[in-house]
């Protein structure tokens, strides 16, 4: 079943839960790999990429117990194959994740190299250049990344560019490093700060996660701990997209305003009414969307992973928007495929210009990649008549339960052949 086939014009309406941070997950279940004691995890979306992850690390020998709904607990004290090979790697470049846990608390790791996806060739450089800044030994040899260090020691490291997965996994190497570590041009992602969190808990000494210099003080080994990970906020922002350009009225639990703040003005701006509660955000729409223009930049700027879902709000918003894209050099894979709906887009190197229709009309599309295949089920929400999504297994990576979750918001939406 993996084609999303959608009856467009129904306005969103009423209240669903967010999930957790797929982004924030991967990372924290590597953290168990630098433990011999049990990590408990609360609050884990149901992805493809996390049943990835799982796999990855249950072929290293770490011990998973599955608790059902949200929640797993992992013991590494079996951990014995440090390698990360292609076959896994291949369906998801976070695998990356694991080079730095397993250098620190095993001394080697074979990882293979993730490549490139649609979005862009995606080096993994400023990883290995910190992980030798910190003492390994690493060598590239049939696509494999061979990395050794009796004990990684601390060292001053400084990134060429913010990078997210870059940042956190030189931060969960310096963790057992010996001595003193400091990360300038830190990624300041809120989801660098839940690994930080849940590292403290395990006994990791660090400050200044969510600023551009992290410092980490080495310590000679982490414990158990028990973590919660932090809601979804490109899934909160997906939903809000979703409900604004429907022209509808939702309430969404589990999360908050407080991560999203670029994406909420850039909502208001187009003219939506949003509620910040507690632990839930309320969102009414206008009548008719205003085009807002954006600029994608790591955070607390744009985020990169929702400019997918605005190309599709502008696409049948008021006026003209321009987008650009700074993070990635190939992500506007859904530009053409927007245009199977009727939108007017104009491409024009990282520049689009979206110039806003009065309506869309429902077509077969193909999603390309997680974000890309978003801002289609966005857009064929709103489109008259039937879209047929295909390839939404891109879809899964990232959404738990999309299909369920819209339907409970009134929308007419089903999986099909
Ligand atoms: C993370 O990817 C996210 N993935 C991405 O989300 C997100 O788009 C991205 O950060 C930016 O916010 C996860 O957290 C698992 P980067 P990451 O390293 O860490 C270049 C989604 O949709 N670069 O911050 O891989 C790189 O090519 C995904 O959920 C190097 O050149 O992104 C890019 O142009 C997609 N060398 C830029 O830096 C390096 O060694 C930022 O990439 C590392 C990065």
């Known amino acids: 079943m993996d084609k999303l086939l959608i009856e467009g014009g129904v306005p969103l309406m009423g209240e669903i839960a967010i999930s957790g941070a797929k ?9 168990a790999l630098l433990s011999a004691e049990p990590l408990h995890i609360t609050n884990l979306p149901r992805l493809n990429d996390v049943r990835t992850m799982l796999r990855l690390l249950g072929q290293m020998g770490v011990k998973i117990v599955d608790e059902g709904r949200d929640a797993v607990t992992l013991d590494a004290s079996g951990l014995d194959n440090p390698v990360a090979p292609y076959e896994l790697v291949r369906t998801m470049r976070a695998s990356v994740l694991v080079l730095g846990p397993l250098v620190a608390r095993c001394g080697e790791a074979r990882v293979s190299l993730p490549g490139g996806c649609a979005i862009g060739a995606r080096p993994v450089d400023q990883h290995i250049k910190g992980l030798e800044a910190m003492g390994a030994e690493i060598s590239v040899e049939q696509g494999y990344v061979h990395a050794r260090a009796a004990r990684l020691r601390g060292a001053r490291l400084f ?13 969960m190497a310096a963790v057992l490093a010996a001595g003193d570590t400091v990360i300038e041009n830190a990624a300041r ?90 632990d839930a955000i ?44 700074t993070i990635f050099e190939n992500r506007y894979m859904h530009a053409v495929e927007l245009a199977r709906l009727g939108a007017e887009i104009r491409i024009d190197g990282n520049t689009a210009v979206v110039k806003g229709v009065p309506r869309l009309n429902g077509a077969t599309v193909m ?10 089920v966005v857009a064929g929400l709103v489109a008259q008549g039937t879209t047929l999504v295909d390839r939404i297994y891109h879809l899964d990576r990232g959404y738990e339960q999309l299909d369920r979750k819209l339907a409970a918001l009134g929308a007419r939406v089903r999986r099909t052949k």
């Open 23 to 31: 982004n924030a997950a991967l990372p924290i279940l590597c953290a």
């Open 159 to 171: 990134t060429d560019m913010v990078t997210v997965t870059g940042t956190e996994n030189l931060m």
């Open 189 to 278: 992602e809120p989801e660098v700060v839940d690994l930080a969190n849940c590292l403290v808990a395990m006994g990791a000494q660090i400050s200044g996660a969510g600023s551009d210099v992290i410092r980490i003080r080495g310590v000679d080994r982490l414990y158990g701990a028990t973590h919660r990970v932090m809601p979804d906020r490109i899934e909160t922002g997906t939903y809000l997209c979703a409900a604004a350009a429907t022209g509808g009225s939702v309430r969404l639990t589990g999360t908050s305003t407080s991560y999203l703040d670029a994406v909420v003005d850039k909502l208001m701006d187009t003219g939506c009414d949003i509620v910040p509660e507690r």
């Open 282 to 325: 309320r969102l009414k729409a206008p009548p008719k969307l205003t085009a807002v223009s954006i600029r994608t930049a790591p955070y607390p700027a744009f985020p990169t992973d929702m400019q997918a879902q605005f190309m599709a709000i502008n696409a049948v918003a008021d006026g003209t928007a321009v987008i650009r894209e």
């Open 367 to 376: 999603a390309t990649d997680l974000r890309a295949s978003a801002s289609l």
